[in-house]
């Protein structure tokens, strides 16, 4: 498939793609906030699911483990089938699969069933993690600029309106499965909208995947710069995680103040990071990748030292604000970059990335959490301080380069993926 044409951007179809440009970026937007409103469903809910099952926090953590286990695998797994038969199957089914486990947490009367409902949620919610990121890089190089971060901005969008929902829901009373069941229903009747739009996405011909199956998938080089990304990835995402932890008990436990101001802590932190997402493509068009990923670094790691040596808990909820925008940009350059790496279709290499900077992002509240034992917890956030450190240091594995890098900057490349309909 060549390049969208020019005029207007690019946002024609092309012959291969009768779909325009802009009903698939509303398609792939409508997947991350789907995706994003349905783990909701199950955040916003813990508390009222752990009455209902009777679980205990020691349990509950083990249950959290095993969701995030199940999720690395359904990531694992995926990337490959995205490889051979492209994004847009795994996303119809793990859209409809984590639809229906999202009603399952809320159903669940025991310890057991909930572990099956979790182990089920993540499976699905790993693989339409894979399938929307490698999706929305096909979209991203047909648009020739970036766009990648404000598909994020739509998960985090989806999310504050699924919490939205479930704190009206509780305040009005209304069964909780009713709420839930409401949500479901119409995160598929979204999916089934989009479906058209949503093209079959990158996936390598027969000669090409024997060619590969046969030899080693990539050159050293390559592979190197992968691991790098990775390590970059469950970085920051670490970094990332010990504000959904961390943020309000922090507040809390510092300031001596009531549960609702510990809430504004995390709040501020969300709201900047919904804005930053939606606002940094145009950074990145205008500085490129490597700027944001490092710049954004940098910001947050002053925003936590300003969390940390905080005298007042409005400084200390203005210093979450500035970490939320810092964190905002650079994690989806990171997977802009995975899916750009190599001229074939990159599922493997996605769900690579993508999966590290989930362990990442398990590991940064438990790795908070332990040292705060034997410390503060205010001491254990330096942690996130040397995570984003490590992200500066090496945002550079983020720079376009090669033929994909072309296409990041908008330039023709003779060399593309087969995107079908």
Excluded: K
Excluded at 9 to 31: F, L, Q
Excluded at 149 to 154: A, L, M, T, V
Excluded at 338 to 344: C, H, M
Excluded at 353 to 358: A, L
């Amino acid at each position: 498939m060549t390049p969208p044409a020019a005029g207007r951007a690019g946002h024609r179809a092309t012959a291969a793609s009768p779909v325009s440009w802009r009903a698939r970026r509303r398609a792939v937007s409508t997947v991350f906030f789907v995706n994003g409103l349905l783990a909701a469903m199950w955040v916003a809910h813990i508390p009222v699911i752990s009455d209902a099952t009777g679980v205990d926090h020691g349990t509950l953590g083990v249950l959290l483990l095993l969701l995030g286990g199940c999720a690395f695998l359904g990531m694992q797994v995926c990337g490959p089938i995205i490889d051979r038969r492209g994004s847009r199957g795994v996303i119809l089914v793990a859209a409809t699969t984590l639809a229906v486990a999202a009603l399952l947490p809320v159903l669940a009367t025991t310890a057991w069933q909930l572990g099956l409902a979790l182990a089920l949620f993540g499976v699905a919610n790993g693989a339409i993690d894979v399938g929307m990121n490698a999706h929305a890089v096909v979209v991203e190089q047909d648009r020739g600029r970036p766009v990648m971060s404000s598909f994020h901005g739509f998960f985090s969008l989806g999310g504050l309106v699924g919490s939205g929902i479930v704190a009206g829901g509780l305040f009005l009373d209304v069964p909780v499965v009713l709420t839930v069941a409401v949500v479901v229903v119409a995160s598929v009747a979204g999916v089934v909208v989009i479906r058209p739009s949503l093209t079959r996405g990158p996936h390598r011909s027969d000669d090409v995947t024997q060619q590969h199956d046969e030899g080693s998938r990539f050159p050293i080089g390559i592979r190197g710069r992968i691991v790098l990304m990775a390590a970059v990835a469950f970085a920051l995402m670490l970094a990332e995680g010990t504000a959904y932890d961390w943020s309000a008990l922090h507040t809390t436990e510092r300031f001596g103040v009531g549960d609702g101001v510990g809430a504004l802590a995390f709040g501020a932190f969300s709201a900047t990071m919904l804005v930053g997402r939606f606002l940094a493509d145009r950074v990145t068009a205008r500085l490129g990748p490597v700027a944001v990923v490092r710049g954004g670094a940098a910001t947050a790691a002053v925003g936590m030292v300003v969390v940390i040596s905080a005298p007042t808990p409005v400084v200390g909820i203005l210093g979450w604000a500035v970490f939320g925008i810092g964190v905002a940009g650079g994690v989806p350059q990171l997977f802009t970059a995975a899916g750009n790496v190599t001229t074939q279709p990159s599922g493997r290499v996605i769900s690579t990335v993508v999966g590290c900077g989930y362990l990442g992002m398990l590991a940064g509240p438990a790795v908070v959490g332990f040292i705060s034992r034997a410390t503060t917890l205010g001491t254990a956030l330096w942690v996130a301080v040397a995570a984003m450190a490590f992200g500066c240091a090496t945002a550079g594995v983020v720079r376009a380069a090669g033929a994909r890098g072309a296409l990041r900057r908008g330039e023709p490349s003779g060399v593309r993926a087969r995107l079908d309909v």
